[in-house]
């Protein structure tokens, strides 16, 4: 089974490209690739001038530190607290002292909107709460590309139309490149500069969300619709 078929993609620094597609088609397996959590079959995967597909673990370190990952449902660690959760990524890979990473995690929070938040743990944060400190920590390195995993699943609209809001203000606060994969349509509005399709591994449309919601495709059409035949997604 293909999952990606041909996938060709550009993610211009300082924008935002959204990957968009059914369930099955790809999306978080794209990401998974980008990290190098899984090797592509063929292809290549480029970071600036670097090829890092095939790349030993301890050769893409350097290249990690300068992505962030908001993984689906937030992957905070439950027996740390927010501020241990935020410092985890700076005691790893960064120099700073204890009072450096300190100030690090309160300057990250108030980004977030959540100030004073150091002492709770995950469960004593609502879902909304926790994608936030959960987006804090991907920014802990202070990186110049961010992956969103459906960055909004399991929110109410509220709260996914903020996490679309603080995508957005980074992007233009710390210039920092986001690839969003989703489903969501009204996230896709909201924060992409770019949209990529996906059906049947391969990218079926590539433009704006207006040029995508244009399109004459039947099978695009039919997917923004709900109404397709989900061509290429795997239950």
């Known amino acids: 089974t293909h999952v990606l ?5 550009h993610a211009k620094p300082g924008t935002t490209t959204v990957v968009l597609g059914p369930s099955g088609s790809g999306k978080s397996v794209l990401l998974r690739l980008l990290v190098g959590l899984m090797p592509p079959d063929a292809g290549e995967i480029w970071f600036d001038d670097t090829r890092v597909d095939g790349l030993a673990d301890a050769e893409m370190d350097p290249v990690r530190t300068q992505l962030g990952f908001l993984f689906q449902l937030s992957a905070l660690f439950d027996s740390m607290t927010v501020a241990e959760n ?42 909304g709460q926790q994608r936030r400190i959960a987006l804090a920590r991907a920014i802990m390195l202070r990186p110049r590309l961010v992956l969103y995993d459906e960055p909004t699943t399991g929110l109410d609209p509220i709260r996914a139309r903020g996490i679309n809001m603080l995508i957005n203000k980074l992007k233009r606060e710390l210039g920092i490149t986001g690839l969003v994969v989703t489903h969501d349509l009204h996230s ?25 919601m244009a399109s004459n495709d039947p099978e695009v059409q039919g997917f923004l619709t709900g109404r397709g035949s989900e061509i290429g997604a795997t239950t």
């Open 188 to 212: 896709v509005e909201m924060v992409a500069d770019r949209v990529v399709l996906l059906l049947g591994g391969k990218v079926r449309i590539e433009g704006t969300f207006e040029e995508v």
């Open 86 to 127: 935020l410092s985890f990524p700076l005691q790893e890979h960064s120099r700073l002292s204890r009072a450096e990473r300190r100030e690090r995690v309160q300057e990250t929070l108030a980004m977030v909107d959540m100030a004073g938040a150091e002492p709770k743990y995950p469960a004593q944060l609502s879902g």
């Open 5 to 9: 078929n041909g996938v060709d993609l």
